[in-house]
């Protein structure tokens, strides 16, 4: 990829994908990528969990029909404890923070040529339970990544998008 602007509009959501493992060098690239997001305040709350052993992506299963057979899948929490509040509301900046780490990781996977899917639709009490997180570890989202399968493509309405005029106040 030659720009971000390429990279962002190339990368898709990938739902079906390959049985060929993520090998460790490009899980070593995609965690450093949790490394260099910005967060609020710099408190850095972001808790990535990598999910390959097969035990474990069968517990993934049992929280979501949404890993579309990805050999690896990150676990996206905030340590709600650790993140920045807003002093006017009180307001915690988890949500964003580990949303902010989620975007960099998937943008990481697909320059590193892998695809992945931000995945919200899962059970993250049961998720919490089965991986043994602490109260304060709250799961944010879960990224499935891995090869595309040779047959995934862009869902039909991917490159469609609202008029700019519409999204700005």
Known sequence: MDSFATLAKERYSVRQFATKPVSQEHLDTLLNAVLIAPTAHNNQPQRVKAIAAPDDLARIDECTPCRFGAPLVLLVCSDTSAAWRRPFDDADSSVVDASIVTTFLMLQAADLGLGSVWVMYFDAAKASSLFG????????????????????????????SLKLERLLL
């Open 133 to 160: 997180l602490p109260k304060h570890i709250v799961p944010i989202a879960l990224l499935p990544i891995g090869h595309p399968a040779p047959d995934a493509h862009p869902a039909p309405a991917h490159f469609e």
